[in-house]
């Protein structure tokens, strides 16, 4: 018999074979978002284009709450033990019911803010922003139940579903009719897809009982504000660059970000897999070592690609032309993103150990980041590509310092409870 199946190495083959599954379904997902939003530069009026990635951007903000109801049914089916799954299945799709209604109302109630937010003419475009957002909440806690119970097949099929109801829909939409709300109309469309399939897989489900339901949604609520600080900070360098830097060099780094985004998203699957095990093992800092060295070897690959291949960087993100000056530094772009990547499977790992201080911890990173950026870049210490790259130095440090003092705490608080 051959030494890979023998006992001690199937637990690795079958995480293998579940990451393998994921990261396709995922991997999917992402590019036929890509595929999306190529899709509408192309058919889109400049000023259409920008309405609608600001109403992605604002979709974004409120997928929040999906991501934090998927990581509180992951956390808690997973360290469910005993009977009683499917009820607690249940009352997990039950809450998400509850959020998704909450949100869509108001979302709804908001359109004239974001009217008057936007300068988007289109209360059409606006108001399908709450079925769309009530759609991706539903589907979050549909997909922490396949998460939690590890049913990684099913959940592939789900993150598959999001990118083909996106492109197809979506994309279809914008083929048959280049405006802004046939972008919206699709954007709904899709969003539809996932949710009802994930209603399909799960169909069934009954006995959660009301008070199960307060309790997820009170998780819930950590959850969510742990990921909603560390979304902010990963995406606030932009903010501060289009604030501290000129208009070209802001430019330059608005590009080289999607350097950094790429490097980011490149590791998800990773977190997914490994989250359900950190929930039920909080004490297990040898999983969370090798989950943090799989990221960070994606990163390193990155980074390396990023650093031999500049030319091809500059010409993904926008072509030598526009944006050649770039290529010497997108390999410092491919550091922050992974370095962020690690930081956001610290934080998936302190929300399935429940740290209350991940948040604020967080947050402190935020202002100090602010602080410096301000003084640095503020006060023309750094000008120019040197303040490009003072910046994302800056973020980079910022995440990793992070990653550490989060990975430390976790560390104290499994020493504690031993």
């Not at 199946?5 to 995922?26: D, I, K, N, W, Y």
């Not at 799960?202 to 008070?211: D, F, H, M, N, V």
């Not at 998203?265 to 999983?287: C, E, H, N, W, Y």
């Not at 023309?380 to 303040?387: Q, S």
Request: charged share 10%; glycine share 12%.
């Amino acid at each position: 018999m051959s030494s890979d199946t023998t006992p001690e190495h199937q637990p690795r083959l079958a995480f293998l074979r579940s990451a393998t599954v994921v990261a396709v379904g995922m991997a999917i997902m992402n590019m036929a978002a890509y595929g999306f939003t190529l899709i509408g530069v192309h058919r889109l009026v400049p000023e259409e284009f920008g309405a609608m990635t600001a109403l992605l951007g604002l979709l974004l903000i409120g997928n929040v709450a999906s991501l934090g109801l998927q990581a509180t049914g992951a956390r808690r089916l997973a360290t469910h033990t005993g009977e009683g799954a499917a009820t607690l299945a249940d009352a997990m799709l039950k809450a998400g019911r509850r959020a998704a209604l909450g949100l869509t109302i108001v979302c709804l109630l908001a359109t004239p803010l974001f009217v008057w937010l936007l300068h988007i003419d289109s209360v059409v475009a606006i108001m399908l922003l709450a079925p769309t957002l009530g759609c991706l909440t539903l589907m979050g806690s549909q997909l922490g139940v396949l998460q939690g119970s590890q049913r990684w097949t099913e959940l592939a099929a789900v993150y598959t579903a999001v990118g083909v109801g996106r492109l197809v829909l979506g994309g279809g939409a914008l083929l048959i009719h280049p405006s802004l709300d046939a972008a919206m109309i699709g954007l709904a469309l899709g969003a539809a897809v996932p949710a009802l399939l994930g209603g399909f897989l799960l169909r069934g489900s009954a006995g959660g009982t009301a008070e199960q339901v307060k309790e997820v949604l009170r998780e819930t609520v950590h959850g969510t504000h742990t990921l909603l600080a560390f979304f902010v900070i990963a995406n606030a360098d932009v903010l501060f660059a289009r604030a501290l830097l000129d208009g070209r060099h802001s430019g330059y780094y608005a590009a080289g970000v999607i350097v950094a985004k790429a490097c980011l998203f490149l590791p998800q699957f990773v977190i997914v897999i490994v989250f359900p095990s950190l929930a039920s093992s909080p004490g297990d800092t040898i999983r969370l070592r090798r989950a943090i060295q799989a990221v960070v070897g994606l990163g390193v690959c990155a980074v390396v690609g990023a650093w031999l291949l500049p030319d091809l960087v500059v010409a993904v993100i926008g072509g030598e032309e526009q944006y050649g000056p770039l290529g010497p530094y997108a390999w410092m772009f491919a550091i922050s993103g992974s370095a962020y990547a690690v930081l956001q499977l610290v934080v998936y790992a302190a929300i399935a150990q429940q740290e209350q201080r991940a948040a604020l911890l967080i947050w402190i990173g935020l202002i100090v980041l602010a602080i410096g950026a301000g003084i640095v870049l503020g006060t023309d210490i750094a000008t120019g590509m040197a303040g490009v790259t003072v910046l994302v130095a800056m973020t980079s440090t910022c995440a990793v310092l992070l990653s550490v003092g989060l990975a430390a705490g976790l560390h104290r608080q499994t020493t504690d409870v031993d």
